[in-house]
């Protein structure tokens, strides 16, 4: 059965404290994996994709990279508006365009 | 676009009642999906359709739920008898197929 986990669940930093998330998987013929992030009372927010093993993506403060097992979301130098849910979604080629999300991470970042 | 648009935004019924939640996904987008969220269990896709056809509807909790998607402009999710713990936060979703979806402000049900 394919599982995602999200680690850690909850994470507290401090400003500029760098840190990173991660999404590990067991799923069959990972076709790419989705990185959303959400804010209190609203609809999760596309951050990225990542297609392949290796693969990195930036935005802002935020980095994606993928392996063949897990995704981390590294997040440099955090500011107060970094603080989100940060949600993964593996694709597979059975289950691609079908967005099943992990149970996320709650980062707060404090000044 | 005005991206995705649900309606309502906030619903609180009694028990027992039927509810209508709508969506209108971006325009020209062919997947739409219906998530459920809670505290207790995350985020959780009920219903995925594409081209207007349900593909995928074995998150749907029970047969009080049902779906549909007329056009392609236009879906709705009902809830009939509602209960209690039919509380949560629904989220409708819009995307190309494979690329990114893109989410509602969300419709908060309270059932009362």
Known sequence: EDQVTQSPEALRLQEGESSSLNCSYTVSGLRGLFWYRQDPGKGPEFLFTLYSAGEEKEKERLKATLTKKESFLHITAPKPEDSATYLCAPGTTDSWGKFQFGAGTQVVVTP | ?112
């Open chain 2, 1 to 112: 676009d005005a991206g995705v648009i649900q309606s309502p935004r906030h619903e609180v019924t009694e028990m027992g009642q039927e509810v209508t939640l709508r969506c209108k996904p971006i325009s020209g987008h062919n997947s739409l999906f219906w998530y459920r969220q809670t505290m207790m269990r995350g985020l959780e896709l009920l219903i995925y359709f594409n081209n207007n056809v349900p593909i995928d509807d074995s998150g749907m909790p029970e047969d009080r739920f049902s779906a549909k998607m007329p056009n392609a402009s236009f879906s709705t999710l009902k809830i009939q008898p509602s209960e209690p713990r039919d509380s949560a936060v629904y989220f409708c979703a819009s995307s190309l197929t494979g690329r990114e979806a893109f989410f509602g402000q969300g419709t908060r049900l309270t059932v009362v």
